[in-house]
């Protein structure tokens, strides 16, 4: 299957926001697409996942009510908004798929190759 295309990655200062894409047509078994990230350093940790009806979402503790994960099902498209970035959100950030709304990175089978975010103090 076609792999999920992240984009939106880039360069800001603490406080400032970044909305990610992830271009995910060849979805075809992922009934849920989630945003993992991973610093330097650091283990891979989950980030958000939704269900592609929107209607299921959940978080991470440590970017609730900054990140915002919402889909376009016309453009395939999953969308990570992301408020308030502080330092610590510098990391590679992934998008995959699974069959299951799960926040463990091994349901997940369908990988982006994930998109640069830094964030600046």
């Known amino acids: 299957q076609v792999q999920p295309v992240e984009s939106g990655g880039g360069s800001v200062q603490a406080g400032g926001s970044l909305r990610l894409s992830c271009a995910a047509w060849?979805?075809?078994?992922?009934?849920?697409m989630g945003w993992f990230r991973q610093a330097p350093g650091k283990e891979r940790e989950f980030v958000a996942a939704?269900?592609?009806?929107?209607?299921?979402?959940t978080y991470a503790d440590s970017v609730k009510g900054r990140f915002t994960i919402s889909t376009d099902n016309a453009k395939n498209t999953v969308y990570l908004q992301m408020n308030s970035l502080k330092p610590e959100d510098t990391a590679v950030y992934y998008c995959?798929?699974?069959?299951?709304?799960?926040?463990?990175?091994?349901?997940?089978?369908?990988w982006g190759q994930g998109t640069q975010v830094t964030v600046s103090s």
């Open positions: 939704i269900n592609w009806s929107g209607k299921t979402t």
């Open positions: 060849g979805r075809t078994f992922s009934n849920t």
């Open positions: 995959a798929g699974s069959r299951w709304f799960s926040k463990s990175q091994k349901d997940y089978d369908y």
